[in-house]
Antibody, heavy 118, light 113 residues
Framework: EVHLVESGGGLVPPGGSLRLSCVAS????????MYWVRQAPGKGLVWVSR????????TYADSVKGRFSISRDNAKNTLYLQMNSLRAEDTAVYYC???????????WGQGTLVTVSS | DIVMTQSPDSLAVSLGERATINCKSS????????????LAWLQQKPGQPPKVLIY???TRESGVPDRFSGSGSGTDFTLTISSLQAEDAAVYYC?????????FGQGTKVEIK
């Protein structure tokens, strides 16, 4: 069974930084494009960023472009999200998710909560 | 970006009754290359990540009860729960994977009346 475990969330003041991690197991990690999706408290799901299996291509939502950076270490089966210049509106549960090519998200982690507040 | 709009935002249904959720996409999500609609329905319960119920608009994920069904094509889709059970209380999202960025509807909260 596919396993995705996020970590790194927490309370950070506005303007601060955090680095999220997602450790993957039970599948060939390097073969999949991976995503970060966030969900603000009581709100819906919003795609944040994605990275191709070899790490060569990254894409960002306009709301985080220039502030967030996605990366991966295929040797460690780990996905990252470096979040800088955090704002109150970045407060959310951040999920890492797998989506096979041309298929919906089929596996999600349990999420990690990021709270941006002074 | 493709905008996904669900209706209603919430509904309360009695146990055993039918629940119907609609989803409209701002452009067609039908892929002529595989003759399929790249539309999924997700279920999310409190404190849990989303879970796929339906993909290709009408194909049930393995293990999903047959009271859940999906229909529609192009830009208009429907999720139907034929006989609502207590465990079906959740938020349901439509999700298009036709093109990047993948987008979601705003969610429909289903409650037990």
């Amino acid at each position: 069974e596919v396993h995705l475990v996020e970590s790194g969330g927490g309370l950070v003041p506005p303007g601060g930084s955090l680095r999220l991690s997602c450790v993957a197991s039970e599948f060939t990690f390097r073969s999949y494009t991976m995503y970060w999706v966030r969900q603000a408290p009581g709100k819906g799901l919003v795609w944040v960023s994605r990275i191709t299996g070899d790490g060569s291509t990254t894409t960002y939502a306009d709301s985080v472009k220039g502030r967030f950076s996605i990366s991966r270490d295929n040797a460690k089966n780990t996905l990252y999200l470096q979040m800088n210049s955090l704002r109150a509106e970045d407060t959310a549960v951040y999920y890492c998710a797998r989506a096979p090519l041309g298929s919906p998200f089929d596996s999600w982690g349990q999420g990690t909560l990021v709270t941006v507040s002074s | 970006d493709i905008v996904m709009t669900q209706s209603p935002d919430s509904l309360a249904v009695s146990l055993g009754e039918r629940a119907t959720i609609n989803c409209k996409s701002s452009q067609s999500v039908f892929h002529s290359s595989n003759d399929k609609n790249n539309l999924a329905w997700l279920q999310q319960k409190p404190g849990q990540p989303p879970k796929v119920l339906i993909y290709w608009a009408s194909t049930r994920e393995s293990g999903v009860p047959d009271r859940f069904s999906g229909s529609g094509s192009g830009t208009d889709f429907t999720l139907t729960i034929s006989s609502l059970q207590a465990e079906d209380a959740a938020v349901y999202y439509c999700h298009q994977y036709y093109t990047a960025p993948r987008t979601f509807g705003q969610g429909t909260k289903v409650e037990i009346k």
